[in-house]
């Protein structure tokens, strides 16, 4: 599903216009990233949670070339389904 057909979908389920509904779903990505941008986690309760983690520095390998290479400290984005979530999808 793409974000059109995300859109199309809220719009006939909320009964609102398509435009009203892509706000709505703009904002609550936006509500995410930010809360994530600044160390949040963001639970929904039911549907799953979005965290930040720390990935360690580390050394790894150029595929190419084979020669070693440092590969700095970063934030990472993670999921974690919520129980709703899993037994939707398990079936």
Not at 13 to 26: G, L, N, R
Not at 27 to 39: E, F, P, S
């Given at each position: 599903?793409?974000?059109?057909?995300?859109?199309?979908?809220?719009?006939?389920?909320?009964?609102?216009?398509?435009?009203?509904?892509?706000?709505?779903?703009?904002?609550?990505?936006?509500?995410?990233?930010?809360?994530?941008?600044?160390?949040?986690?963001?639970?929904?309760?039911?549907?799953?949670?979005?965290?930040?983690?720390?990935?360690?520095?580390?050394?790894?390998?150029?595929?190419?070339?084979?020669?070693?290479?440092?590969?700095?400290?970063?934030?990472?984005?993670?999921?974690?389904?919520?129980?709703?979530?899993k037994e939707a999808v398990k079936g």
């Open positions: 599903m793409h974000k059109q057909e995300l859109v199309s979908q809220v719009a006939k389920a909320a009964e609102v216009s398509q435009q009203t509904a892509a706000a709505v779903i703009d904002a609550v990505i936006h509500a995410i990233t930010n809360a994530m941008a600044a160390g949040e986690s963001v639970s929904l309760v039911g549907f799953g949670s979005f965290s930040v983690s720390d990935r360690p520095a580390r050394q790894g390998r150029n595929p190419a070339t084979g020669a070693a290479m440092d590969i700095p400290a970063r934030k990472s984005p993670s999921f974690k389904a919520g129980k709703v979530l």
